[in-house]
């Protein structure tokens, strides 16, 4: 079985997308515990300009199909 990260948005009309893709149950875990993957928990000045930018997001999980 293999996953797929995908980016979400707090604003309705902008439309989450996946941003990697075939990934393992361990690696999507991983990827989504990292603080740098939530506007709410980032601190890098990249992901606070995105945040600026985009407004609030995180990444999620899914299962692949």
């Given at each position: 079985?293999?996953?797929?990260?995908?980016?979400?948005?707090?604003?309705?009309?902008?439309?989450?997308?996946?941003?990697?893709?075939?990934?393992?149950?361990?690696?999507?875990?991983?990827?989504?515990?990292?603080?740098?993957?939530?506007s709410?928990?980032?601190?890098?000045?990249?992901?606070?300009?995105?945040?600026?930018?985009?407004?609030?997001?995180?990444?999620?999980?899914?299962?692949?199909?």
């Amino acid at each position: 079985m293999s996953y797929n990260i995908v980016r979400c948005y707090t604003d309705s009309w902008r439309k989450s997308r996946v941003i990697e893709r075939g990934l393992t149950l361990e690696e999507v875990q991983e990827h989504c515990s990292d603080p740098e993957t939530s506007s709410s928990t980032c601190t890098s000045a990249a992901k606070l300009r995105y945040t600026k930018k985009v407004g609030k997001w995180f990444d999620a999980y899914e299962e692949a199909k």
